[in-house]
């Protein structure tokens, strides 16, 4: 099983990123999809989720810091979820991961799998 994220890189303050994390070796439907960051000296922290919810549907989580400006999706089909960064700040400069897991809870201390990360730098 394989997470690979894609789509960072150096952006000024104001502008947009698109990260991308496509799943291998097995079919994410049903699971919990998740972005965490970590920036230099810091602890990896939620950022976003796509839940699976109620047997049925997903829905979409964000942390206060990211709300408004930050947008998760998936397309199952791809076995892919996305994270659509605008209006970003140079606090949002981490290095950001995906995780995903089965279950009620989503954090970064237990996610069944995980990215490689990707780079994320925003300058003011």
């Known amino acids: 099983v394989q997470l690979v994220e894609s789509g960072g890189g150096l952006v000024q303050a104001g502008g947009s990123l698109r990260l991308s994390c496509a799943a291998s070796g097995r079919t994410f439907t049903m699971f919990n999809l998740g972005w965490f960051r970590q920036a230099p000296g810091k602890e990896r922290e939620f950022v976003a989720a796509?839940?699976?919810?109620?047997?049925?549907?997903?829905?979409?989580d964000y942390a206060d810091s990211v709300k408004g400006r930050f947008t998760i999706s998936r397309d199952d089909t791809k076995n892919t979820v996305y994270l659509q960064m605008n209006s970003l700040k140079p606090e949002d400069t981490a290095v950001y991961y995906c995780g995903a897991n089965r279950g009620l809870r989503i954090s970064a201390t237990n996610m069944d799998y995980w990215g490689q990360g990707t780079q994320v730098t925003v300058s003011s």
């Open positions: 796509s839940r699976w919810s109620d047997g049925s549907t997903y829905y979409a």
